[in-house]
């Protein structure tokens, strides 16, 4: 492969640039763009929209649908709330989505186990979300907490892999630009062999 | 109209519209010395500080589903990262489509309009396209042949530069290519699946140049065309023709000018083009000795058609009555499958050039009795390792229920391992197709808009059904299962092909334009986007908008020479 560094494609668009095929301009650009983005401080977060303990919630929620495994770290180290938080400061809809869904998170959890859902215990918090996970389990009286479900599980899930630590997680290699652009052969012929046409 | 204002200077040639067929005629005719003041509807372009190309999704907070979280309740542009570009709505510039019909326009308001994000795709007319009444009796043929455009094809390819590999094909006529990039290991798979049904599976022909010209680098594999490209080693007419241009002296740009009338003289030529100046909101006038209209198909007949005077009861260059007629979008499917031979695979830099590196062109032109329907459409691929972004793993997380490690296990082995197909397809012009002035409707400036009608028939519903079986039937080869299919043929626009409406032909009594397109009625106008097509072959538009537009141009500046215009 004749994959190339960060360093030696800045080189060469830097040697592109000397040649009048780019823009000073466009390589400064090119320099911000690619700079590696600087991790918040953790635990500074204010959030916008939600109280302290709907937040909390929200992370314990999220910690559940992507936790740390062997691989890598969980939703909330990958700014997933953050990321709702965010999201959710600038469209109503979706603060109501939220906000409605985990009050309901927790009057049921109340109803089940007289406890709040961050005060539950991690089995019981996990046996209410297979209620709302799974579609055998799905009942009418359900369905506010499983239309919630799935709006957090399908956010909790993109804002995990748009992070740093999702990104590394599924082993995406690129956006850094090739010189040539080659395919390993050992990857062609693992899928040819698997695949019964090589 | 005490705020119009009569601008000093008469241009040679006012072109209106900056996309790939005025981006054409600027860089040709500013070559040849011609004084061209061009008109754009949306603003200027930097693309050093209007693209973000390189940036992670990370870089911003909202990752790039917007800060109004537009991702997940509707969309109103391609993304956050996407080029500027345009949409199908845009505020203030309504249009309305006629009961029972529908039809979305897309429209793109900035210099260089749509080739700033567009997919890049570059395939030549094959010959049998230029004459498709000859050959199956349907739809009308052109007044040019392939040998006529064919020079300028080359031209065109040569300048803007297009990878490729020569295959010998009909249906895929060779063009002058740089070397294109290999396929990707997926695309090996696909390769292999599409020799068992006899389907050719090509290099991808896309205007990326893969060696530096003229000042351009050659492509770094970044696999962002679509965010607009900072070395311009994708073709985009902003940042290859337009902004070079300028240098010449011979190019005046007008930015935020929204065209909405034409004004002609006693003797019935275009005097000079009233405009819209959006910043002001006021309406100014620019004279001119020729117009070249290259506003977009639909753009450029509304113009024609709001240019009426007591000569020009229909508009202007409509004595027959065919502008806005004949309107034909390309027919599009799509459908993507799992394939378990990818699982597992070792991870590595797929980026390459946004989009397939192979295709497949029309394999039944000379069986068409077997394909069961006329003409035909070609197969663009997706998969790869791409980097992740808003909705990635929506497919995956629709697949499998629940959370946790086993959800976040599934995700990790499914990345990468899903392909997809979309066939675009030749629909035939059908008389239930086209456009016309609302009479009840202007947009924000007060200009008409259009009113679209539009009917798919049963050729493309045909198309559409032969696509879905092609595609299931590749994906099983494959050894896959299909995942997510496209429900119906798409709808009208979407595939953003709109061409047609002032068309091309030999007699001024059944076409707008001779085979320069100039107007048979007016001889200092001339059309220079997709709207002189006669047809809409399996081939996207903006090679061949090229190859017309540089052609017309070339004769335009040769009649301006002589003193004929």
């Known amino acids: 492969m004749s994959e190339v560094t960060r360093r030696d494609w800045l080189t060469a668009l830097g040697a592109a640039m000397l040649s009048g095929g780019i823009s000073a301009e466009a390589a400064q650009h090119v320099h911000q763009a690619v700079a590696e983005a600087k991790k918040p401080a953790a635990g500074a977060y204010k959030p916008k929209v939600f109280t302290a303990h709907e937040y909390k919630t929200l992370q314990v929620l999220a910690d559940l649908i992507i936790p740390a495994d062997e691989v890598s770290k969980g939703a909330v180290e990958a700014g997933a709330p953050e990321f709702i938080d965010l999201l959710c400061s600038g469209n109503s809809q979706l603060a109501l989505i939220y906000t409605g869904g985990l009050g309901w998170l927790d009057r049921e959890s109340q109803k089940r186990f007289d406890a709040v859902f961050v005060e539950a215990k991690p089995d019981q918090q996990r046996a209410l979300l297979d209620l709302l996970a799974y579609s055998k389990n799905a009942k009418p009286e359900l369905a506010p907490g499983i239309n919630f479900f799935n709006w957090a599980r399908r956010m909790v899930v993109d804002a995990f892999y748009t992070s740093p630590i999702g990104i590394a997680d599924v082993g995406y290699k690129g956006n850094k630009g090739m010189a040539k652009f080659e395919v390993p052969v050992e990857a062609i012929r693992y899928a040819l062999k698997r695949s019964g046409l090589g | ?565």
């Open chain 2, 1 to 565: 109209m005490a705020q119009v204002r009569r601008s000093a200077p008469v241009y040679d040639v006012v072109v209106i519209g900056s996309g790939a067929g005025g981006g054409t005629v600027v860089q040709v005719l500013t070559k040849l010395g011609v004084n061209v003041a061009l008109l754009e509807a949306g603003g200027m372009l930097n693309p050093a500080k209007d693209f973000k190309e390189h940036m992670w999704p990370y870089q911003v907070p909202h990752r790039g589903a917007g800060e109004a979280a537009e991702s997940y309740f509707g969309r109103k542009d391609f993304g956050f990262f996407s080029a500027v570009n345009g949409w199908w709505e845009i505020e203030g510039e309504p249009y309305t489509t006629a009961p029972g019909s529908s039809f979305r326009w897309f429209r793109s308001r900035i210099l260089g309009g749509r080739t700033n994000h567009y997919g890049r795709i570059s395939l030549r007319f094959a010959d049998y396209d230029f004459k498709p009444y000859s050959r199956d009796g349907l739809g009308t043929d052109w007044p040019i042949s392939y040998e006529d455009v064919a020079p300028y094809y080359d031209k065109v390819e040569e300048f803007i530069g297009v990878f490729g590999s020569k295959e010998g094909i009909r249906s895929a006529p060779d063009g002058i290519f740089h070397t294109p990039p290999p396929p990707r290991a997926h695309e090996v798979l696909i390769q292999k699946a599409c020799a068992k049904l006899n389907i050719p599976c090509i290099s991808s022909r896309l205007s990326v140049i893969t060696r530096p010209i003229n000042g351009r680098a050659a492509c770094h594999y970044c696999g962002q065309c679509g965010r607009g490209c900072v070395t311009a080693s994708k073709y985009s007419s902003s940042q290859v023709q337009i902004l070079p241009a300028l240098k010449s002296g011979k190019l005046t740009i007008i930015p935020n000018a929204m065209a909405r009338e034409l004004i002609t003289n006693d003797e019935g030529l275009v005097t000079a083009v009233s405009y819209i100046d959006k910043t002001t909101r006021t309406e100014k006038q620019i004279r001119c000795r020729t117009v070249v209209l290259a506003a977009s198909a639909c753009e450029s007949a509304r113009l024609l058609l709001n240019s009426k005077s007591s000569r020009h009861p229909n508009g202007l260059a409509n004595s027959s009555g065919v502008v806005g007629r004949y309107l034909t979008d390309t027919t599009g499917y799509s459908m993507s499958g799992h394939i378990p031979a990818l699982v597992g695979m070792l991870k590595h830099d797929t980026d390459g050039v946004d989009g397939g590196h192979v295709y497949m062109p029309w394999w039944l032109w000379d069986k068409q009795k077997e394909a069961g329907f006329p003409r035909g459409y070609h197969i663009e691929v997706g998969g790869g390792y791409n980097m992740p972004s808003i909705g990635s793993f929506n497919r995956t997380i629709q697949r499998h229920e629940g959370y946790g490690a086993s959800l976040k296990a599934k995700i990790r082995e499914e990345y990468g391992t899903f392909v997809s197909f979309a066939g675009r397809g030749e629909m035939i012009p059908n008389e239930h197709s086209y456009c016309e002035i609302d009479p009840d409707v202007v947009d924000q400036w007060g200009i008409p808009v259009l009113r679209f009608h539009f009917k798919w028939s049963d050729y493309e519903r045909a198309q559409v059904k032969h696509m879905e079986q092609t595609f299931t039937e590749i994906i099983e080869i494959m050894g896959g299962t299909v995942v997510t299919k496209q429900k119906d043929i798409s709808v009208p626009g979407e595939i953003i092909h709109e061409l047609g409406t002032v068309r091309m032909g030999d007699d001024p009594k059944t076409s707008a334009l001779n085979k320069y397109c100039q107007a048979h009625d007016v001889k200092n106008l001339f059309v220079a986007d997709a709207a002189p097509f006669v047809s809409n072959p399996d081939k996207n538009p903006t090679l061949t908008i090229c190859a017309l537009a540089w052609r017309t141009a070339e004769y335009l500046a040769e009649e301006l020479r002589k003193g004929n215009v």
